[in-house]
């Protein structure tokens, strides 16, 4: 590569390392959104009407994209990592659309939430069919291992969200608990996304580790800033409302450090707000105060920067390349939304 | 086999042909149960707490039995076969927590559904996470061609459900859309679970086929004879109350033959019932009446008998055996339980 070419990279990437990395990945996420449009089709319209409404919302396709980054990285050129890839896609979307009805959100991706538009039923068992469509495209795929890394990833998945329902209106949920539930219910799928593409490709044992570790901590990054974003982030940025997580009393790591450092008055209001209620609409503000003036923002920031590290060294057994420097950037970058 | 034992066989058989699979597949239920109890093994209390409570609830494991008894007749010797009778099981339990959710049951087997005992959000992500140890238990037993089955049974099973959300509430439900839904919803999972064992145990293509046809049309058969129970029989006997369907508005094949003789007068009977409203607590007996009288009843028992005659007809490439002979009264008694 040119320097002019690096610097070129470098200068696109400072704007948006996601942008870049769909770029390098392009034909491929093409052909794997025409996997995702192809597979949905059903005899049963609500199927596709219902999974598209998600699909199609301008979700940033990060896990898919893992999938095809890492296969590349690994020197793949088969073309079965595209039907993994749709498998990731439909494995997201089904826990997105039992997690809103397990959560009763209204809004996802700025859009009113499959739930709300047509009910929970349609949404539990459309969820259903886009996790067996998974597994068929992974049938598909033809490799045994790569089944056992997603399978596997499924049931700590599911595994994390039982964990998560004793986080709600509790305050007696420790760090290590918060930890463990972002763990499983997200840094494992980004984990096995990348893991899967590395492993079709048939990469070496380090390179296989090193794209699941930086899966992995990448998604622990990810959700420790979104869960920053959601007391201080505005509305069209995050396609959510601001104070999701405060209104649901779902205990996350700012509301941790908060509680952690409040004084008597601050920690009365938590433990209203949280554990007791009624919480009001005026509430978010203070929660929102509360969290910014004990340094809890701050330090879930930090916290989230220190997987953005480890994710970033975990790619150090690759050479240099366009598509490595591409991961880097997207993992420098994941912070910076939380600014 | 002597006459005496062929006819000790039989004798045995007219009380209980289940009763008696059970007995010839004895070991490997066991072995099965043991896979079933290790694998909802979870540090997260709460997933076995809920899985046992369902599956320890006396069902009769026809499913898993349907695998186990598969391989045998295709003469497997290996073990592999237990672990897909576990997955069969994991994914039946599944799809009864997401039904029961979605219907809003209140009982199953007798017994406080898992959705009253503990709500519709443990029901939704336990059955998530049993989906996938199911496909995890079929990594593990390791071949393809059975992991193809079964995803795509589960596909066919999920978009089953999605189609009988219709069915709900609607008159215009034919005998055709009702048969689509029962063969999605029942018979594919009998067809899948008999053609896994037969697949493992690397059975002749005539014999794999014969048993997926046998499930299904057993699976058929089983669905109508519940269709008609819910109308006619004792709620012990059944494990759950009588009237459901009607409560809940499904239309069944009784109703719907109920429906197409009905009188001006039991028209608007049905009509107020099932689809406008109200329904009161007596009008179950009238239905029970209605259904009885045009033949409805009596009709859907010829039809489950036809699927009995065409799934032991399925056998026949099979030579005599008592494995065989006892799926043939399995299937030959199914209808029995509707007398």
């Known amino acids: ?61 990060l896990r898919p994209m893992l999938t095809l980054a890492a296969a590349r990285l690994c020197g793949y050129s088969g073309d079965a990592h595209v039907k993994l890839a749709a498998a990731v896609e439909f494995i997201h979307t089904a826990t997105l659309l039992h997690d809103d009805v397990v959560d009763a959100s209204s809004l996802r991706r700025g859009k009113l939430a499959a739930n709300v538009v047509w009910g929970n039923k349609p949404s539990i068992l459309v969820g259903d069919f886009l996790f067996s469509r998974a597994f068929q495209l992974m049938v598909e795929a033809g490799s045994m291992p ?4 997603l399978a596997g990833a499924s049931a700590i998945i599911a595994e994390g969200e039982v964990m ?5 209106n509790n305050l007696a949920v420790s760090e290590a608990d918060y930890m463990r539930v972002v763990t499983a219910k997200t840094a494992t799928l980004f984990a096995a ?14 390179a296989i580790e090193g794209l699941r570790a930086y899966g992995h901590n990448l998604g622990i990054a990810f959700q420790l800033v979104d ?17 999701d997580d405060f209104r649901e009393a779902k205990v996350t790591l700012p509301l941790i450090l908060a509680f ?7 920690k009365r209001f938590w433990t209203r707000t949280i554990q007791t209620g009624p919480q009001h609409e005026v509430d978010l503000a203070r929660a929102i105060a509360y969290v910014e003036n004990t340094g809890a ?33 997207v993992a420098g970058t994941s912070v910076a939304r939380a600014g």
């Open 1 to 61: 590569m040119s320097t002019a070419e690096a610097s070129r990279i470098a200068e696109e990437m400072r704007h948006s390392p996601v942008d870049h990395l769909h770029a390098l990945v392009a034909a491929d996420m093409a052909a794997t959104d025409r996997v995702i449009h192809d597979r949905l089709g059903s005899a049963v319209a609500l199927i596709p009407d219902l999974s598209l409404h998600l699909i199609d919302s301008g979700g940033k396709r």
């Open 146 to 149: 790569v089944l056992d890394i």
């Open 164 to 168: 998560q329902l004793k986080s709600a």
């Open 193 to 206: 996304s990348a893991q899967a593409g590395a492993t079709i490709a048939r990469g070496a044992a380090d």
């Open 227 to 243: 869960d920053v974003l959601d007391y201080s982030g505005r509305q069209a940025q995050m396609g959510k409302s601001v104070g």
């Open 260 to 266: 952690e450092r409040a004084d008597e008055e601050a």
């Open 297 to 329: 923002i701050r330090d879930t920031r930090v916290a989230a920067q220190r997987y953005v590290d480890a994710a970033c060294a975990s790619l150090a057994c690759f050479p240099k390349s366009e598509m490595r420097e591409t991961l880097l950037g």
